[in-house]
């Protein structure tokens, strides 16, 4: 677990999310109140030069669980633990150029539309 900036709050990353409406940010809220989750399904995994580099696909599927479209979000990666395999190996998200280490939706992509999902998808060692 690790602490990071909400605005003017700081959120434990392990029990806490970081809501922004409209802009303004609404503070921590515990994650078993979100109003969207986040979910990751392994895909496939494999072994590469000898078995001397590991690598995991994964989907994430996120799910807007409320009544309104999601026009923005931003999705925190563990820098030390999100280790791309190479450029082409994220997709369906690009990162944040203003924001390190969070993903964002890209342009092709204008909002989560009201009880929908949408799917990312990136391949780390």
């Known amino acids: 677990s690790f602490n990071y900036s909400c605005g003017p709050y700081t959120c434990d990353s392990k029990v806490e999310v970081c809501q922004s409406i409209y802009g ?4 921590c809220i515990p994650r078993e109140k979100l109003d969207v989750s986040i979910i990751t399904k392994e895909i496939n995994s494999w072994s590469e ?5 590991n690598f995991t696909q994964y989907d994430a599927i996120i799910q807007n669980n409320v009544n309104r479209d999601i026009k923005q979000i931003y999705v925190y990666i563990d820098p030390k633990k999100f280790i791309l395999r190479d450029n082409s190996s994220l997709w369906n998200m690009i990162p944040d150029t203003t924001k390190d280490n969070h993903l964002i939706l890209p342009t092709y992509q204008e909002t989560i539309s009201a009880g929908k999902s949408f799917v990312f998808g ?4």
Not at 49 to 53: A, F, H, I, Q, T
Not at 122 to 125: M, P, V
């Open 24 to 27: 303004i940010n609404d503070g």
């Open 49 to 53: 030069n000898n078995n001397k580099e």
């Open 122 to 125: 990136f391949i780390i060692e």
